[in-house]
């Protein structure tokens, strides 16, 4: 299984990106898929999941500016971000598992400019 986020970038403070993650199989409708992500210096945090039966938790710091959701095919999941703050700077990281197996994808680079 292959995962890839996109749709990083610079923005504003109080600005908005939208996340995607493409994968090479349908399973996030199986397995459900989180998002993590990494400052620099910093530890990988968790940032938002969505459960295999469409369940969202998000991390306290991101709960109720970001929301995480898939399309119907599994393949894809997204990230939608708002009231971004220079401190969401950071890698951004999607993640599923896969017969037991934890995938990562590529990261996504969003840099918030105060």
């Known amino acids: 299984v292959q995962l890839q986020a996109s749709g990083g970038g610079l923005v504003q403070a109080g600005g908005s990106l939208r996340l995607s993650c493409e994968g090479s199989?349908?399973?996030?409708?199986?397995?459900?898929m989180s998002w993590y992500r990494q400052a620099p210096g910093e530890q990988r945090e968790w940032v938002a999941t969505i459960t295999s039966g469409g369940m969202q938790r998000y991390e306290d710091s991101v709960k109720d500016r970001f929301t995480v959701s898939r399309d119907n095919t599994g393949n894809a999941a997204f990230l939608q971000m708002n009231s971004l703050k220079p401190e969401d700077t950071a890698i951004y990281l999607c993640?599923?598992?896969?017969?037991?197996?934890?995938?990562w994808g590529q990261g996504t680079l969003v840099t918030v400019s105060s």
């Open positions: 199989r349908s399973i996030f409708n199986i397995n459900g």
């Open positions: 993640t599923s598992t896969w017969y037991n197996v934890r995938h």
